[in-house]
């Protein structure tokens, strides 16, 4: 037989076998009769739940987001609307012996029905005269001066069952613990504080040791406390909620009031700090602390280092912010450094939302103002686990 014909002979028997005739892939460089794994997925990137959130919202969303407005407990049902508007959250006005469990009712239909972050759901949870919820599952509180004296792990389970009795009922936001220090003596004549024995001591060092203790026993049951009234009302005589003009005239930038703050604002606790209404002249004469760049920005932000929520006490039926539009009072705290608005007055919603679109529209620099106030208060709502993945 010829050597051709005897080559294709063999070629054909030796084809009979699997891979014996496999031919190499273009390109790849395998050599036949070999396979080629596929090489791994690569790990899928977890979305961050503050870009998502900021992706579902359009510019109004957003700007609903800095806004906390008070409804009142004896009619819940107005926050029904403003969650379904998107607030960024409602707080419970007035004083109620509503038991825990029928709360929680209200709050986890309103988680529900928020169509985007679920709203902070606040309260004044201090005790003594300020204690908003004092039903069936709530204890009652003895005030905070007195809380202030009591042994450190006595007020520590106080704190405990405080946190645990607010988390039951869907409370995620509590306006305390109280900051302000109210030199002895001076209490009676210091109208918002010391008059009702809200001040935690004296001294700093004892107001920096108690409010920390309520702020971990709030925070380990997922309650964010609130540092409140920077720089202090500890000095004050007059009450921002009922006068005008409130002025105090001793406090400065390193006092040991102002350095309360500062110790606790970096707390593991993950505080807010909410700014007072009154004007601090030794510190910033020209506007009350709520709107002054140098109270909220320079002092707080820059020389404390607080880059967390900065809340406003009441900028919406409060005597002290009257003088002021109040879109204009919207604006201005947001320019001086500020995050979320607290307003009693429900009706001021539109219209302050409704003011700070309108001025971000027309100044770039106001509007990356904005930008960062959204960002810091939906990074609250991540940490909170307020939005969706986190």
């Known amino acids: 037989m010829p050597s051709s014909r005897l080559g294709a002979v063999v070629g054909s028997l030796l084809c009979l076998l699997p891979v014996a005739c496999a031919a190499p892939t273009a390109g790849t460089g395998t050599a036949p009769g070999t396979t080629s794994a596929t090489p791994p997925a690569a790990p899928s990137t977890p979305t961050d739940p503050v870009e998502a959130a900021l992706a579902d919202l359009d510019r109004r969303e957003q700007v609903a987001q800095l806004v906390v407005v008070g409804v ?6 107005p926050a029904d609307d403003f969650v379904a508007e998107g607030v960024g959250g409602v707080f419970l006005q007035g004083r109620s012996s509503i038991p825990a469990d029928e709360l929680a009712a209200e709050t986890a239909r309103w988680a529900e029905a928020a169509p985007g972050p679920r709203p ?17 599952g709530f204890a009652d509180l003895p005030t905070t001066a007195r809380q202030g004296r009591m042994p450190a792990g006595e007020l520590a389970a106080l704190a405990d069952d405080m946190g645990a009795s607010l988390s039951s009922a869907g409370i995620n936001l509590n306006l305390a ?3 302000d220090v109210v030199p002895e003596g001076t209490e009676d004549g210091n109208a918002p504080i010391g008059a009702y024995g809200r001040q935690y001591g004296s001294t700093a060092e004892a107001v920096t040791a ?23 009302l500890g000095r004050v005589q007059e009450n921002p909620d009922e006068s005008r003009d409130v002025t105090d005239g001793v406090t400065t930038r390193d006092d040991e009031q102002v350095a309360a703050f500062g110790t606790l604002a970096g707390s593991d606790a993950e505080p807010f700090v909410m700014m007072s209404s ?19 920005t320079d002092l ?35 320019e001086a450094g500020g995050t979320l608005m607290l307003t009693m007055d429900a009706d001021l919603v539109t219209e302050m939302i409704d003011a700070i679109l309108a001025r ?6 106001f509007s990356a103002t904005v930008d960062a106030a959204v960002r810091t208060a939906l990074t609250a709502k991540a940490d909170a686990g307020l939005l969706s993945g986190s």
Not at 278 to 296: G, L
């Open 278 to 296: 009154a004007t601090y002249t030794r510190i910033d004469p020209s506007a009350p602390a709520a709107f002054s760049p140098v109270v909220v």
């Open 210 to 232: 108690a409010a920390g203790t309520v702020a971990d026993g709030l925070a380990g049951h997922g309650v964010t406390p609130t540092f409140k009234h920077f720089p202090g």
């Open 120 to 136: 902070w759901v606040g309260v004044d949870q201090e005790g003594g005269a300020v204690q908003t919820l004092s039903g069936p």
């Open 360 to 365: 971000a529209e027309s100044d770039p620099d």
């Open 177 to 179: 613990p109280v900051v």
């Open 72 to 77: 009142a407990l004896t009619d819940l049902s």
């Open 300 to 334: 707080l932000r820059e020389q404390l280092g607080f880059d967390g929520v900065v809340i406003s006490d009441d900028i919406g039926a409060a005597q002290a912010v009257q003088d002021l539009p109040a879109e204009e009072r919207a604006v201005r705290f947001l």
